[in-house]
């Protein structure tokens, strides 16, 4: 690491949670990092400061237009006590297809890397190690320009935020239970589906009440224009086994290129599990399911790792699935075991701090 960011110290450190109250994104550690963006005077202002409430004019854009875009990634510690990072370059050069769809000036990845890095190293005492347990880390970029005429913001901050935390659903490998939801839609092809920008995740909120009043925990997307394909979950990307074969949605522009969806086609490809992206329909799945060939189905991601599907509901009809399968299992572990650095990096997905 070469480049140094201004520190600002903060005079008492917070008391950490214990690791049985984590949950996912509650706590937040002592410090955070920011810089900010003026036309004509580019990104500057890099600094690391105590974590703290911002202050920003009413008018902010991101108020009334949603110009927002975030990432999320996850620091492990070993019981070594080494902090690795799991393809925190992909991350980054995501974040930056996402700030040049909702015309956001882009950012140094290396410059951000670096920045990442630096907090992380500065908050290792953060990192939790029990399993299961990570510090996940949020980048952001919300447009600052006080101003209510519709166009790009010409002012922008950039943060990174830190949590530790446990797992995302209650119960890490607890088959989750999934409604297909075919009133609402979550993206249309031309539109944001492919990037991290806030508006994806409001516009995925009715549904998810919905699908939790009828006693679902998340929902399947179908696409905007048929409601037929398969797209993804909302806080994960969708996998199916099906007569020994995996199948996930190709990516279209309106499904978001996961970091653990791409590793898990790279991991199974290297086990020489077949493994296919392709255009899936709902009525497909249903078929298998019908002829017993559905065998597993998992979701993939930061936030939720490997997530087993018990239940896909579809039209009222309940497709229950062989809760935690086998592969689903083996992926788990594989992927779990690389990010704690207790199995063989053979992909060079990860970097020590
Ligand atoms: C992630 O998996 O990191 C996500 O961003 C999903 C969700 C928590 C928004």
Redo the contacts with the bound molecule.
């Keep these: 690491m070469n480049q140094v960011i201004e520190l600002v110290k903060r005079k008492v450190k917070k008391e950490k949670p214990e690791v049985s109250e984590l949950g996912?994104?509650k706590y937040y550690t002592d410090y955070m990092f920011s810089m900010d963006y003026q036309e004509g005077k580019g990104w500057h202002n890099a600094k690391i400061t105590p974590y703290e409430p911002l202050s920003l004019d009413p008018s902010a854009m991101v108020f009334h237009y949603g110009q927002a875009v975030?990432?999320?990634?996850?620091a492990y510690k070993t019981k070594e006590g080494k902090v690795l990072l799991f393809r925190p370059e992909k991350n980054v050069a995501r974040m930056n297809i996402s700030c040049e769809r909702i015309s956001i000036p882009q950012v140094d990845e290396k410059m951000v890397l670096e920045a990442i890095e630096q907090l992380v190293d500065l908050e290792r005492d953060w990192i939790p190690d029990q399993e299961g347990t990570s510090l996940?880390i949020?980048p952001f970029i919300i447009a600052t320009e006080p101003c209510l005429g519709v166009r790009p913001s010409r002012e922008y901050k950039f943060l990174v935020i830190l949590s530790p935390v446990g797992s995302?659903y209650t119960d890490q490998l607890k088959p989750v239970k999934i409604y297909v939801d075919e009133e609402y839609v979550r993206a249309v092809p031309g539109g944001t589906g492919y990037v991290?920008t806030a508006g994806n995740?409001a516009a995925s909120l009715r549904a998810q009440e919905k699908a939790e009043e009828l006693g679902y925990e998340q929902v399947l997307w179908l696409d905007g224009i048929e409601r037929k394909y398969i797209e993804e979950v909302?806080?994960?990307n969708i996998f199916f086994k099906i007569n020994g074969e995996v199948v996930t949605p190709q990516l279209n522009g309106s499904i978001l290129g996961?970091v653990?969806r791409d590793s898990v086609i790279q991991l199974l490809q290297y086990w020489g599990v077949p493994v296919r992206e392709a255009q899936i329909s709902i009525d497909e799945i249903y078929d298998a399911y019908i002829k017993g060939h559905l065998e597993e189905v998992f979701g993939t991601?930061?936030?939720?790792v490997i997530s087993p599907v018990g239940e896909l509901n579809w039209k009222n009809i309940s497709m229950k699935v062989n809760g935690t399968g086998e592969l689903s299992a083996r992926i788990y572990e594989t992927i779990t075991n690389i990010q704690l650095g207790k199995e063989k990096d053979s992909f060079n997905w990860i970097m020590e701090i």
Aim: avoid cysteine.
């Design positions: 996912f994104g975030f990432e999320g990634l996850k996940y949020r995302y991290k995740y909302g806080s994960m996961g653990t991601g930061t936030a939720a």
